[in-house]
C-alpha cells in the first residue's frame, strides 16, 4: 500500500506541475502572434460568425478549399460563448491536453497494465512539446481527443462505448482528414478483443449517424454535403510538381506554375479536382523523381520535433532554425559571446532538451515495436496502423515535422510498455521470455 500511494503521488505531483506551467505559461508568456495555419483558423472563424451560423457559409463555396470545418465551429462556439475573447481558447487547450493524457492512460492500463499507463503519463508530461501545444491555435489537439478518445471508449467494451467511438472518429475526422489509420485501429480492437456484432453495429450507427448529422448540417448551412476538410489536392499538388522539394512549399500555386487557379469562379470543389488531377499526372509523368522525394518528406516530418516546444519560449521565435541553435553553443564553447544572437541560451537549451528526449522517445518505440512484434504482443497492431498508415497518408503529399504530432501518443505508448518490460526483466533477472513479463501484469 505504501509502494501504491508513493508511486501515485508521484504522478499527481507530475501532472499537476505540467498544469501548473501551462497555466503560467499562458499567463505570462501569452500568445502574441500567429504561425503556421492559425491565422487562416481567425479568419474563417471571425468570417463565420460575421456571416452565417456555421462553417462554411455560403461565402466559402469559391474558396480554395473547406478548411478543418470541425475546429473552425469549435472556435466560433468558443468565441461566441465568450465574447471573441482569443485567450479562452487556450485555456481550453488546457482542459484538451489533460483529456488527451487521461485517454492515453487509459488506452495503456486496458491494454496493458497501469505500470506501463504510470510510465506513458511521465513520458507525456516530460515531452515538452506536449506543454507548449496549448500555446497555439491549431487543430492538432482537438484531433488527437476525439481521436484517441474514440480508441480509449472502444476499449470499454459495451454497445454504447462502440457508439461514442463511432462519434468521435467522424469528429476528429471533421477535425482533419485522418479517418483511416483511426479507423483501423479501432478494427484491429474489435478483432482483438473478439466484439459481437451487435458492438459492431453500434460502432457503425454511430459512424453513420454522426456524418449524415454533420453532412446534412453544412448542406443546410452553404448547399453542399460535406463533413471533412478539401484540402487533399492542394496538399498533393505542392508535393508533387517540379519545385517541389519535399516540403510545405506553396510555389506551386504562383503564376505560371501547374498549380495555379486563374480567376476566382471555380468552387471549392472544382479546385480540389483539378489540383488532384494535376497532381497525378505529374506523378504519372515524373514516377522517379516523385519517389525519390519519399525520404525528404519523412525527415521533414520526423527529424524534429520543434513547433509545439516554440510554445514555451514564445512564438515569435518558431522561424528560430536548428542550425542558429548550433552556432549560439559553437560561439559559447569557444568563447565568442558577442557572436551569441536570437535567443537565449535558455530557450536554446529548451529546445535541445526537448529535441534530445523527442529522439529517446523514438528509438524506445521503434525498440519497443520490434520486441512487441517478436514477443506475438499483437495490440501493438493498434499502434502501428495509426503510425504506418497516417506517415503513409501523409508522405504522400509534403513532410512538415507538425504533421507527426497525432503518432507522438503511440509512440508514448509503445515506449511505455517496451520501458516496463525492461524494468521487469532487470527486476526479476531472468531470460525475456513472454511468461515471466506477465507475472506482474496486475501491478
Known sequence: MKKWTKNNLFLI??????????????????????????PYYIKFAENTIKNGIMYPTKSDIYSSYIFSPGYINYLVLLLRCFNNNYSVVLYFNIILNTMLMIEIYIISKNLFNKKTANIAIIIFCCLLSDIGIVMFTLSDLPFCVCAYGAVAVSLSNKKCGM??????????????????????????????????????????????????????????????????STTSG??????????????????????????????????????????TKSAVNWIKENPVKYVKLLP?????????????????????????????IKNNFRNLISGNFSEIKSVSLIKDMIIIFNQSFYLLLLLFA???????????????????????LGSGMTVITVGNNRYHYPFIMSFIIIASFYIKSLFDMRLHKKPRTVSNLYKTESD
Open 13 to 38: 505531483i507530475t501532472i499537476f506541475i505540467m498544469i501548473l506551467i501551462q497555466f503560467l505559461l499562458l499567463r505570462f508568456v501569452g500568445s502574441k502572434s500567429y504561425v503556421g495555419d492559425e
Open 366 to 388: 521503434v525498440s519497443g515495436a520490434f520486441y512487441m512484434v517478436k514477443i506475438k504482443k499483437y495490440e501493438c497492431l493498434i499502434f502501428l496502423s495509426i503510425i504506418v
Open 296 to 324: 525528404k518528406k519523412i525527415i521533414y516530418t520526423y527529424a524534429t520535433d520543434t513547433t509545439f516546444a516554440y510554445g514555451l519560449i514564445g512564438k515569435s521565435e518558431a522561424n528560430i532554425s536548428i542550425s542558429e
Open 163 to 228: 457508439a461514442a467511438a463511432g462519434v468521435l472518429l467522424v469528429l476528429a475526422n471533421w477535425i482533419r482528414p485522418f479517418l483511416i489509420p483511426f479507423l483501423i485501429a479501432i478494427l484491429f480492437i474489435i478483432f482483438l478483443k473478439k466484439y459481437s456484432y451487435k458492438k459492431i453495429i453500434y460502432f457503425a450507427v454511430g459512424l453513420t449517424l454522426t456524418i449524415g448529422i454533420i453532412g446534412l448540417s453544412e448542406y443546410l448551412s452553404f448547399g453542399y454535403f460535406n463533413y471533412y
Open 234 to 275: 492542394a496538399n498533393l499538388i505542392m508535393g508533387a510538381n517540379d519545385d517541389a522539394n519535399g516540403a510545405f512549399n506553396p510555389v506551386v500555386f504562383n503564376k505560371g506554375k501547374i498549380g495555379h487557379i486563374p480567376g476566382s469562379n471555380w468552387t471549392f470543389i472544382q479546385k480540389n479536382d483539378y489540383w
